[in-house]
């Protein structure tokens, strides 16, 4: 599901699960109520476009993430 309000900011629901995906110019940011659904998508995003993982998200415009 594409965000209402914010159209780069993706939802998708597995069950009791979710996966987030935020688009920023060139920058994915995800995350997932489950640490698998994050492995598939970054499995599945790495086999589609050419990409590195930058590993945990610390700080984003900014804001430190906890």
Do not use: H, P
């Not at 110019?25 to 499995?43: G, M, P, R």
């Amino acid at each position: 599901m594409r965000g209402k309000v914010n159209t780069t900011l993706f939802r998708k629901k597995f069950g009791k699960y979710f996966l987030i995906v935020q688009i920023y110019v060139d920058d994915i940011i995800f995350s997932a109520t489950n640490e698998s659904l994050c492995k598939d998508f970054s499995y599945l995003i790495k086999n589609e476009f050419e990409m590195s993982m930058m590993g945990e998200l610390k700080f984003f415009l900014g804001l430190k993430i906890k």
